[in-house]
Antibody
Framework: EVQLVESGGGLVQPGGSLTLSCAAS????????MSWVRQVPGKGLQWVAT????????YYVDSVKGRFTISRDNAQNSLYLQVHSLRAGDTALYYC??????????????WGQGTLVTVSS | DIQMTQSPSSLSASVGDRVTITCRAS??????LNWYQQKPGKAPKLLIY???NLHRGVPPRFGGSGSGTDFSLTITYLQPEDFATYIC?????????FGQGTKVEIK
């Protein structure tokens, strides 16, 4: 069974940093592109970042470029999102998700349950 | 950025109804339109990819169509478990956007 389990969220002050993690199991992690998607509770979804299988290609939504970094450790079956210079607008539930096939135009076919990041003083 | 606009934002329907939700892209996205279902407190689930392909395990009462800028999701014979929010997403470029969602409620 495919499982994605996020961790690392929490309450952080504006300007602070966090590292979000996603532990993958039930599939060959190194064969899949992965993404982070966030959702303000009660609101819509926003794509945040995508990384290819070996980490050589990374894509970000404009609002997080220069502040967020997506990375992966295929030996540890883990995906990461380093978030810096956090703003109130970054408050959201952050989902880790798997791309169905190895291309940026692929849909997201497996999702974790999310980790909540709250930015507040 | 490509903007995705769904309509309606919500609708009320009864079990057994046929429901259609539309999604419009601000520019052509070819066939690269995906549909998700999300229930309260849960992660989204993939229903349809590349406009009309049913994801494995999704009941055939769900169907998608469209290309270019205009797409639709149709649920024939609505079931109790189908009351949820439906969200479109384009994957045409390497910068994706989602629609704002359509909440399907029980009439």
């Amino acid at each position: 069974e495919v499982q994605l389990v996020e961790s690392g969220g929490g309450l952080v002050q504006p300007g602070g940093s966090l590292t979000l993690s996603c532990a993958a199991s039930g599939f060959i992690f190194s064969g899949y592109w992965m993404s982070w998607v966030r959702q303000v509770p009660g609101k819509g979804l926003q794509w945040v970042a995508t990384i290819n299988q070996d980490g050589s290609a990374k894509y970000y939504v404009d609002s997080v470029k220069g502040r967020f970094t997506i990375s992966r450790d295929n030996a540890q079956n883990s995906l990461y999102l380093q978030v810096h210079s956090l703003r109130a607008g970054d408050t959201a539930l952050y989902y880790c998700a798997r791309l169905y096939s190895p291309a940026y135009y692929s849909p997201l076919d497996a999702w974790g349950q999310g980790t909540l990041v709250t930015v507040s003083s | 950025d490509i903007q995705m606009t769904q309509s309606p934002s919500s609708l009320s329907a009864s079990v057994g109804d046929r429901v259609t939700i539309t999604c419009r892209a601000s520019q052509s996205i070819s066939k690269y339109l995906n549909w998700y279902q999300q229930k309260p407190g849960k992660a989204p689930k993939l229903l349809i990819y590349e406009a009309s392909n049913l994801h494995r395990g999704v009941p055939p009462r769900f169907g998608g169509s469209g290309s270019g800028t205009d797409f639709s999701l149709t649920i024939t014979y609505l079931q109790p478990e189908d009351f949820a929010t439906y969200i479109c997403q384009h994957s045409y470029s390497n910068s994706w956007t989602f629609g704002q969602g359509t909440k399907v409620e029980i009439k």
